[in-house]
């Protein structure tokens, strides 16, 4: 059963060696993340769970590893710690989502157990749907650690550069991370509309509604961090 969740962006700017100069100006956000994922420690989640987009759809065991080479940082980061074996085994590479989700985990000191769950970003609502109430019960007590941006047209400087609906889907996202998604944002998000402004959250933020819904208990949602820097989305939000 699902027992406490963080939402969080992965940006490798989160990461200071990569940000380097500019590892300030998302200080913020780093302090927002650090406070979703202790509160995700704190209930004591027998399994965590990161989930981030990626290529495809597939489950990276623990110990999977991941790195930011292609943005200056020559190093590895392991998704907990690798779990004892006889022999070396090879391992699937974590996507970039949850890379930055390993490096979150770290961060925070997380010994415990850990999975990684890489999903497409067009996949049906039906299919992640399914996937939330499945990762929800993958343990006794389950913590999410789902990782996502927001649109990235938000100025002409962004990524996907500037689009007029960019802000306004933004503020869509902001409300559904804080009413837990009671008026079905997230499963109607189009994907088409998620492609076009280069939302990496939709997948992920759909299997955190599945499995939030599925839980019988009523807890709260709250939304510590919502901003755009670079022109990108970025939203941290605890549910607990």
């Given at each position: 059963?699902?027992?406490?969740?963080?939402?969080?962006?992965?940006?490798?700017?989160?990461?200071?060696?990569?940000?380097?100069?500019?590892?300030?100006?998302?200080?913020?956000?780093?302090?927002?993340?650090?406070?979703?994922?202790?509160?995700?420690?704190?209930a004591r989640p027998d399994l965590i769970v990161v989930v981030g987009e990626g290529a495809v759809?597939?489950?990276?065991?623990?110990?999977?590893?991941?790195?930011?080479?292609?943005?200056?940082?020559?190093?590895?980061?392991?998704?907990?710690?690798?779990?004892?074996?006889?022999?070396?085994?090879?391992?699937?590479?974590?996507?970039?989502?949850?890379?930055?989700?390993?490096?979150?985990?770290?961060?925070?000191?997380?010994?415990?157990?850990?999975?990684?769950?890489?999903?497409?970003?067009?996949?049906?609502?039906?299919?992640?749907?399914?996937?939330?109430?499945?990762?929800?019960?993958?343990?006794?007590?389950?913590?999410?650690?789902?990782?996502?941006?927001?649109?990235?047209?938000?100025?002409?400087?962004a990524p996907g550069y500037l689009d007029d609906r960019a802000e306004g889907v933004d503020a869509?996202?902001?409300?559904?991370?804080?009413?837990?998604?009671?008026?079905?944002?997230?499963?109607n998000l189009d994907v088409d509309l998620a492609r076009e402004l280069k939302i990496s959250g939709?997948?992920?933020?759909?299997?955190?509604?599945?499995?939030?819904?599925?839980?019988?208990?009523?807890?709260?949602?709250?939304?510590?961090?919502?901003?755009?820097?670079?022109?990108?989305?970025?939203?941290?939000?605890?549910?607990?």
């Amino acid at each position: 059963m699902l027992v406490a969740a963080a939402v969080c962006p992965c940006p490798p700017l989160l990461v200071p060696e990569v940000a380097t100069g500019a590892a300030p100006e998302l200080d913020a956000a780093r302090a927002a993340c650090d406070e979703a994922v202790r509160a995700v420690l704190a209930a004591r989640p027998d399994l965590i769970v990161v989930v981030g987009e990626g290529a495809v759809t597939r489950t990276h065991e623990q110990g999977a590893t991941g790195g930011f080479q292609p943005f200056g940082l020559d190093r590895e980061f392991r998704l907990g710690e690798a779990p004892e074996v006889s022999e070396p085994t090879v391992r699937d590479r974590l996507p970039l989502s949850l890379t930055v989700g390993a490096w979150l985990l770290d961060r925070a000191g997380w010994t415990g157990p850990v999975e990684g769950y890489e999903v497409e970003g067009d996949r049906s609502w039906p299919a992640n749907g399914e996937d939330g109430v499945h990762l929800a019960a993958r343990a006794d007590r389950v913590g999410f650690l789902v990782m996502g941006d927001g649109t990235a047209c938000r100025s002409v400087k962004a990524p996907g550069y500037l689009d007029d609906r960019a802000e306004g889907v933004d503020a869509s996202i902001a409300q559904a991370l804080g009413n837990g998604d009671r008026d079905g944002f997230f499963a109607n998000l189009d994907v088409d509309l998620a492609r076009e402004l280069k939302i990496s959250g939709r997948s992920p933020w759909q299997i955190l509604t599945a499995a939030t819904a599925a839980c019988d208990e009523d807890r709260n949602w709250q939304v510590l961090y919502e901003d755009a820097p670079y022109g990108v989305g970025y939203f941290v939000a605890g549910w607990s």
